[in-house]
Nanobody, 123 residues
Framework: HVQLVESGGGSVQVGGSLTLSCVAS????????MGWFRQVPDREREGVATFRGGSSRKFYADSVKGRFTISEDAAKDTVYLEMNSLKPEDSGMYYC?????????????????WGQGTQVTVS
């Protein structure tokens, strides 16, 4: 099974940018639906951006469209989330997730493999 490790979180000012990385090991991301999710206390984990490894079709939550970009480097089995024009409401714990299902979902409950998360704080 795939193991996921996120990095790249931190504190940034409003309007700033961050790029998160998710390195996969144990399997190739081309087999998986890959996604970035975020969670804040007392709220459900929400899908931010998802896609199938190797596919150009990508889903973005309405709240991040035009500001966030999900991408991959297949050779490195790494998925990125480039975040621009950050807002305070983008703050939260960001998780990378993967699942082998054929149809990629935006629902956190349908992803099997998760990283440990990386914190993003925008103020």
């Amino acid at each position: 099974h795939v193991q996921l490790v996120e990095s790249g979180g931190g504190s940034v000012q409003v309007g700033g940018s961050l790029t998160l990385s998710c390195v996969a090991s144990g399997d190739t991301i081309g087999r998986y639906c890959m996604g970035w999710f975020r969670q804040v206390p007392d709220r459900e984990r929400e899908g931010v951006a998802t896609f199938r490894g190797g596919s150009s079709r990508k889903f973005y939550a309405d709240s991040v469209k035009g500001r966030f970009t999900i991408s991959e480097d297949a050779a490195k089995d790494t998925v990125y989330l480039e975040m621009n024009s950050l807002k305070p409401e983008d703050s939260g714990m960001y998780y990378c997730a993967a699942d082998l299902r054929l149809s990629c979902s935006t629902r956190a409950g349908e992803y099997t493999f998760w990283g440990q998360g990386t914190q993003v704080t925008v103020s």
